[in-house]
């Protein structure tokens, strides 16, 4: 439908935006023809990431599922061993436990960040616990003294997933490096991306080393074609390295984008009844990924897939937050998740692309707020 004010707008939830080197890195790859695992950008992109975490090693993988599986898999968890993750993450966090043949074992998440309650952790842990994930969901930091001193209790590895949380931070310090190994996503909805790609994090030489040998298909690094291990073909390309360099080098620049971006939705929001946006708290530390807010009435969490319905019909793209991964058939756990129940029927992700100007944010809160009178008239 195209008339004299021009087609009408559409807001997705996540669009990536190249407003640096991107491109002029990406010809350059395609150009030498290293369009393969093996190039300069795949050794300065591991590089800039590292030095922005401050991690003594990163090592770029296909994407952010392959990054916590290889951490997984480089710390011998396997058949027989249980690791703990939030109940409430995307689905990826427990996929990689089971592909290790190590069983998830779903933990709540605490009600204010929902993130992993450590005060339910001990009791959850068994002679069989490997390791813990703790995931930086939406950005925020997970308590992580309290994760790392049971984990050190109990012998246990640490895997923060920070595939939400680039340039989060902890007590001063970017998380993805506060455990054993940090696992990040480079997808197009993450907040820098590479189209697809991941990166594991970590200070220990010995884990640096095993991972390497794991992405590249298990084999002796000095000896080719000689397998010592079962590995993966977990490479990250040149062609995607390069964009991710571009992204990098703008990272600083997108976080706090992103918070204008949470600002601005928090002032327009806080006039709509029904509506809760994020407590302020959440940007304290944290970073806004997906920017999201809570219906707070039954009424409207009653009838959140037709809210996200009628905003699509006007042009405005929203999700549904992560569903509790103990109702997933593959997952599924009898324990009980009262925050995760709670938190994730209420959710609803908006558009979030650094690209918003006020005016679209103003235009998508207008968008939201119709849609929310109309659902409480009918
Ligand atoms: C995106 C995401 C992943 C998986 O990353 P991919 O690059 O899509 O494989 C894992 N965990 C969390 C919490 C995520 O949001």
Known sequence: MEDCLGPPKFFPVMEPVFGGKEEQYLLDAFRSTWISSIGKYID????????????????????????????????DVGEGDEVIVPDFTFSATANSVIYTGAKPILVD?????????????????TKKTKAIIPVHLLGRPCEMDSILYIADKYGLKVVEDAAEAHGASYKGKLVGILGDI???????NKIITT???????TNDPH??????????HGMNPKKRYWNDHVGFNYRMTNIQAAIGLGQIEQIETFIQQKMEMAKAYTRLLDKIP??????????????????YVFLNNQVLIDNRDQIIMKMAERGVQTRPLFYPLHLMPPYRSTGDFPVTDKVSKAGIFLPSSVKLTEEDIA??????????????ES
């Open 274 to 291: 029904g509506v809760i946006p994020p407590d302020c708290k959440a940007w304290d530390e944290g970073v806004c990924w997906l920017f």
């Open 195 to 201: 189209g697809e790609g991941g990166m594991c994090i």
């Open 363 to 376: 235009h998508i809160c207008n968008i939201f707020s119709d849609v929310i009178n109309e659902i409480c």
């Open 109 to 125: 998440v605490d009600p204010e960040t929902y993130t992993l309650d450590w005060r339910l952790l001990e009791r959850s842990i």
């Open 182 to 188: 940090g696992c990040f996503s480079f997808f197009g």
């Open 44 to 75: 300065l992109f591991e590089g800039r990431f590292a030095e922005y975490v401050g991690a003594e090693y990163a090592i770029a993988v296909v994407n952010g599922t392959a990054a916590l599986h290889l951490a997984l898999a480089a710390m």
């Open 207 to 216: 884990l640096a080393a095993k991972m390497r040998i794991l992405r590249d």
